[in-house]
């Protein structure tokens, strides 16, 4: 919430792809009148600072930081480039927050490790599904538990969706 508490800031994507910052957008939200407002284009992972910024990733893939008018819902100046930090390696998730005197402290990490599917029992015994390694996001079970949706994460970031049929062991 911006300050005031009256106003939503939030990220849109198509799909199921809001880490895709250069498909993404930022937009603000009138909680009373439910008016939306484009705040950014091509931007994802927003945070709004108390010094009147907002921190955000863009479609490049850079950590950036712009001055905004939290009354007009707009930039006050041009976004920036964060100095002497790395291009972020996952768009996946970014891990950063902001305090009230504008220090950021945020986490670059390396893609997801590659790993293997397993269920877990209530007892804790691990059952191997798949020994096939990926850097596996999002998982979720059919209903009938006999096929996993998953989207594997590429090095660039990006992902597909992989589907493994449990009862054919593909």
């Not at 909680?31 to 994802?44: G, I, M, Q, Y």
């Not at 986490?107 to 096939?132: F, N, Y």
């Amino acid at each position: 919430l911006l300050p005031g508490g009256g106003t939503l800031l939030y990220g849109t994507a198509p799909g199921d792809a809001y880490w895709e910052c250069r498909a993404a957008k930022i937009h603000a939200l009138d909680l009373a009148s439910r008016k939306e407002t484009l705040v950014l284009d091509h931007a994802c992972f927003v945070r709004y600072v108390e010094t009147g910024h907002l921190i955000f990733v863009t479609a490049d893939n850079r950590l950036s930081i712009a001055p905004f008018n939290a009354m007009t819902l707009e930039l006050a100046g041009p976004p920036r480039q964060i100095p002497f930090q790395a291009p972020l390696r996952s768009r996946r998730f970014v891990n950063l927050v902001a305090a009230a005197d504008g220090t950021i402290v945020y986490e670059i990490g390396p893609q997801l490790p590659e790993s293997h599917l397993a269920w877990l029992d209530r007892a804790g015994k691990e059952t191997t599904v798949s020994d096939q390694a990926h850097g596996f996001d999002y998982a979720r079970v059919s209903p009938t538990g006999d096929r996993i949706a998953e989207v594997i994460s590429g090095p660039d970031g990006t992902g597909r969706i992989w589907m493994y049929d449990v009862s054919r062991g593909q």
